[in-house]
């Protein structure tokens, strides 16, 4: 079973200006308000950083979030962005499927894009979250994830 550790960064504002050490960051990224309203989870390449990319993508979080009955105010959302070492670049989808279909079981009414599950047939993969220590990037894992170790056998029923 492949392993990716991702080291988590933020609490981030959508409206601040990307901090220089996240803007080619590569990994995946959860925006969040209200600390456990899930809004989108997505991931991230050396072009465009998981910040600069959630920014992006404001417009389809609100239009998504109207459609299924449900609000979302850019005042109150941040973004985690979680940082993947460059030697698992390859691993970053699948961690994004299993990363969803985490959040699902446990967010479930409130994920957008749930069309991206993990289920058994794709090839295992545990993520260990982390947080990121550096002194430029200070964070935390996002209050969403109660788990430190997100692996598939946890997610049995989902097919």
Do not use: F
């Not at 590569?26 to 991931?43: A, C, S, W």
């Not at 699948?94 to 446990?106: F, G, K, P, V």
């Amino acid at each position: 079973m492949d392993t990716i550790a991702v080291k988590w960064s933020g609490p981030h504002k959508l409206d601040q200006v990307t901090p220089w050490e996240e803007g080619g960051a590569i990994g995946l990224y959860i925006v969040i308000q209200d600390h456990d309203d899930i809004v989108y989870v997505g991931k991230a390449s050396a072009k465009k950083g998981a910040v600069a990319r959630a920014r992006s993508h404001r417009k389809k979080y609100a239009r998504r979030r109207r459609m299924r009955g449900l609000d979302y105010d850019i005042n109150k959302a941040v973004v985690y962005a979680g940082h993947v070492a460059s030697k698992d670049e390859g691993l970053i989808a699948l961690a994004e499927h299993l990363l969803i279909s985490h959040l699902y079981r446990t967010h479930g009414h409130q994920m957008v894009n749930a069309q991206k599950l993990y289920y058994g047939w794709k090839p295992p993969l545990k993520i260990i979250n982390e947080v990121e220590t550096s002194g430029k990037m200070p964070g935390r894992i996002p209050p969403c994830l109660s788990k430190k170790i997100i692996s598939p056998s946890e997610l049995s029923g989902l097919d």
